[in-house]
């Protein structure tokens, strides 16, 4: 099994640089097939990325603040949904990156998950708030717990 493990973010927008920050504190992979990489705002690196076969797509990624900043969350993507998004070399969204691994003539892994954190404050700012630095060793052990889960599937 082959599973990339991305963190995604602007470091230079406070707790939106939380993906950077989580794979920085990650072990190292205990399984062969794990990759661990800090793509930062490289959209089109990570596109390029997954246009070889991998069989799942963890994104470590900075969530909207939807009142509980600082809380872990777990959540399946649709990769395979197609989007209008449009490419923007100098940002990353995942939408739009799975647009162009499409339109690159790549297919997307059938599994895609994103750990992420609840964001407090995404302005011009370098480093985490408390709030959020306080979730960065809870989501190394949530990344984890997700590897762990998709290798115990594989062998079933």
Do not use: K
């Amino acid at each position: 099994m082959r599973v990339l493990v991305a963190g995604i973010g602007n470091v230079f927008l406070g707790d939106d640089g939380f993906g950077p920050a989580v794979v920085r504190e990650l072990p190292p992979p205990r399984a062969p097939g794990v990759r661990v990489t800090d793509y930062g705002i490289r959209g089109m690196h990570l596109a390029y990325d997954l246009l070889d076969a991998w069989d799942a797509l963890v994104l470590v990624d900075a969530l909207p603040n939807r009142g509980a900043p600082g809380r872990v969350e777990v959540l399946r993507v649709d990769a395979a949904a197609e989007t209008s998004a449009q490419l923007d070399a100098h940002a990353m969204n995942p939408e739009a990156t799975f647009a162009t691994v499409r339109a690159l003539g790549g297919t997307l892994p059938p599994t895609t998950l994103v750990v992420g954190c609840q964001v407090e404050s995404i302005t011009e700012t370098i480093g985490l708030t408390d709030t959020v630095a306080a979730a960065v060793p809870i989501t190394v052990a949530a990344v984890g717990s997700v590897l762990d889960d998709l290798f115990a599937r594989q062998e079933v």
